[in-house]
Nanobody, 124 residues
Framework: QVQLVESGGEVVQAGGSLRLSCAAS????????MGWFRQAPGKEREFVAG????????FYADSVKGRFTISRDNTKNTVYLQMNSLRPEDTAVYYC?????????????????WGQGSQVTVSS
């Protein structure tokens, strides 16, 4: 089992940048595929970015491609989401999630563990 705690969310102006962190406790962090999801008010949770166990492969939602970067440091049991060129429509609660499965996924049902979320608000 793994416990996840996000941090780094805050209010930022449009065009600005933020870096979210997700610290994992428990064993074998490097065996989990990791993902970031977000949920805006009144909307369903959506996939943002994913990364494989070694960090060599990343994938993104079209809406954030070229602006967001996911990375991980297995020595620190942490996954990051660097967000640049932020837009008001990026405003949401951001969640990190861990997946035990053998393949990558953009579906939230495929992830086994979730953090409590971190609020990101982008003002126009």
């Amino acid at each position: 089992q793994v416990q996840l705690v996000e941090s780094g969310g805050e209010v930022v102006q449009a065009g600005g940048s933020l870096r979210l962190s997700c610290a994992a406790s428990g064993r074998s962090f490097s065996t989990y595929r990791m993902g970031w999801f977000r949920q805006a008010p009144g909307k369903e949770r959506e996939f943002v970015a994913g990364i494989n166990r070694s960090g060599s492969t990343t994938f993104y939602a079209d809406s954030v491609k070229g602006r967001f970067t996911i990375s991980r440091d297995n020595t620190k049991n942490t996954v990051y989401l660097q967000m640049n060129s932020l837009r008001p429509e990026d405003t949401a609660v951001y969640y990190c999630a861990a997946r035990r499965g053998i393949s990558s996924s953009t579906e939230d049902d495929d992830y086994d563990y979730w953090g409590q979320g971190s609020q990101v608000t982008v003002s126009s």
